[in-house]
């Protein structure tokens, strides 16, 4: 089992940033991929952002491309996602999430391609 527990989420004006922050615990070894996905009200889950956690090779969505960066400590078994120029479309819940598969970068997208989920964090952006 792995367990995911995110942090950072918070209010914040348009314009605004905010860094969120996955911890992994448990058996998190062979973690092939971390990504981010969220949730506004009244919409599905989507995707936000992933990173290959032996390359490093990163991944995102249209919506957030040159605004969000995925990174990841290695040491620590955390993800990070640094969100600037946020606007109110931003405003969601954030979930962490890690798998274990091999997936192509079409893959990375996937939501249920991913294994483990955190509980989340509420971000909302006000204009």
């Known amino acids: 089992q792995v367990q995911l527990v995110e942090s950072g989420g918070g209010l914040v004006q348009a314009g605004g940033s905010l860094r969120l922050s996955c911890l992994a615990s448990?058996?998190?070894?062979?973690?092939?991929?971390m990504g981010w996905f969220r949730q506004a009200p009244g919409k599905e889950r989507g995707f936000v952002a992933a990173?290959?956690?032996?390359?490093?090779?990163?991944f995102y969505a249209d919506s957030v491309k040159g605004r969000f960066t995925i990174s990841k400590d290695n040491t620590k078994n955390t993800v990070y996602l640094q969100m600037n120029s946020l606007n109110p479309e931003d405003t969601a819940v954030y979930y962490c999430a890690t798998t274990k598969q091999s997936w192509t970068n079409q893959g990375m997208g996937v939501m249920a391609n991913y294994d483990y989920w955190g509980q989340g964090t509420q971000v909302t952006v006000s204009s």
């Open positions: 448990g058996r998190t070894f062979r973690t092939y991929a």
């Open positions: 990173i290959r956690w032996s390359t490093g090779n990163t």
